[in-house]
């Protein structure tokens, strides 16, 4: 299945996110700082990003845009999510595919991130 990269700072969401995805037999990989998340090994492409808004020493905000400079039209698709932004907020702020706001319904998320994941692999 896809490989998925998750930037939340919120240990419980992190945690529950990862258990989702890889129920769904995704591959993931998750961060809880920005600092974490840049210095990842980046030979790994993941096929979907989710990044958090509100993170402690950052904004996913400023990542997705740091992401869609460094790699264009080939960027993997961004999911946002946040508890504190909305819709307008994020795509005036940054070039994501979706926008989803905490809590979120589990079955909104999975389809948003299938959704995302099957356009990646075309």
């Given amino acids: 299945m896809g490989r998925v990269f998750v930037l939340e700072d919120d240990t419980d969401i992190r945690e529950i996110v990862v258990m989702m995805l890889e129920s769904e037999h995704y591959n993931v990989a998750s961060f809880a700082t920005v600092h974490d998340f840049v210095n990842r090994d ?31 039209s080939a960027k993997p698709p961004i999911i946002i999510m946040s508890a504190h932004a909305n819709l307008s907020d994020v795509t005036h702020a940054c070039s994501a595919e979706s926008f989803i706001q905490k809590p979120f ?9 299938r959704t995302h994941i099957t356009k990646s692999a075309k």
Avoid: A, H, W, Y
């Fill in 42 to 72: 980046v030979s790994e492409v993941p096929d979907l990003i989710i990044l958090d808004v509100m993170l402690p020493d950052g904004s996913g905000l400023d990542i997705c845009d740091q992401i869609t400079e460094k790699c264009g």
């Fill in 105 to 113: 319904d589990i079955n909104f998320f999975l389809d948003r991130v």
